[in-house]
């Protein structure tokens, strides 16, 4: 076999396994698994919006605001949120996966961050404080949650009055979810749309706890 039907099959193998991931997934909620961490770490070239840099840039952050990495799974965000808010603010890492959450702590220790507190969360079940954020992040979740409606509701409440939740999506993710459902199921939670970026298949929308 030469090497480029080896590529080729490759490729048509990791198609299929996504196929089916997809399909599975709209059966049955499936978080990420935290081995599969390394791949979620990877800031995708082919999707601006979802970029660690685009997003954080996009949060209108400030130092010594308090932030939530909702379904932070290995990162890939907490660590420059935290830069963004500087010491006097804070960054809640929280995943439902302990073995995601303590790839967190290892990546805020070796950058010398000290203020990420990582925690153990199933969005949804109404864990969170309320009216405690200036902002929160929800990248690549939504979609694995069981009950997205409530999630969002949950999310609604623990931001402050006048915070931001972003929500990111790409539709290589096998868990994505359409814009025109996420924007309807955060209408019917309070949110006012704040800004959108990016198209139908690879987004960022920013939205609002109105005051
Ligand atoms: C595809 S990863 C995305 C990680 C990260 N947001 C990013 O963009 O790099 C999805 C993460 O959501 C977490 N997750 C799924 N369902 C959850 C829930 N109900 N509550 C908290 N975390 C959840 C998974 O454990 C996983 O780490």
Not at 173 to 186: E, I, N, S, T, Y
Request: aromatic share 8%; hydrophobic share 50%.
């Amino acid at each position: 076999m030469t090497a480029a039907t080896t590529l080729a099959w490759l490729i048509a193998l990791f198609i299929a396994i996504s196929l089916l991931w997809r399909l599975f997934s709209q059966r049955q909620a499936l978080p990420c698994p935290s081995w599969l961490g390394w791949m979620v770490e990877l800031d995708n070239p082919f999707a601006r919006t979802h970029r660690a840099d685009f997003i954080v840039r996009q949060m209108l952050l400030a130092p010594g605001m308090t932030v939530l990495d909702a379904g932070c799974g290995p990162g890939r965000l907490s660590v420059p949120l935290a830069k963004a808010v500087g010491p006097a603010g804070s960054v809640v890492a929280a995943d439902l996966q302990a073995g995601m959450l303590t790839r967190v702590r290892a990546k805020a220790q070796h950058a010398g961050i000290d203020n990420i507190d990582t925690r153990i969360v199933a969005l949804g079940q109404g864990a969170l404080e309320t009216n405690r954020y200036d902002r929160v992040v929800m990248a690549a979740v939504l979609g694995e949650i069981p009950d997205a409606r409530a999630a969002l509701t949950e999310l609604f409440g623990c931001l402050k009055p006048g915070g931001l939740l972003a929500i990111a999506e790409l539709i290589f993710d096998p868990h994505f979810q359409r814009c025109g459902k996420v924007r309807a199921l955060a209408e019917a939670a309070g949110f006012r749309e704040h800004a959108h970026f990016g198209n139908a298949v690879a987004y960022l929308m920013l939205l609002e706890r109105p005051d």
